[in-house]
């Protein structure tokens, strides 16, 4: 779980330095929601890939 939690909060905080710089212009607010974004797919990707184990 800690490698998915670990590319997830990496995308999102990829994904939420774009949407702060362009979509909302304020970078504090784009990177909070990258980091919100990113702990759930992190998290999401974790669980899936423990499930997917014999």
Known sequence: ?????????????????????TVFDDLALGLALGLG?????????GIGARRDRP
């Open 1 to 21: 779980m800690a490698t998915g939690l670990s590319v997830g909060l990496s995308l999102g905080t990829a994904i939420g330095i774009v949407l702060g710089m």
């Open 37 to 45: 974004f990113g702990t759930a797919i992190g998290a999401g990707v």
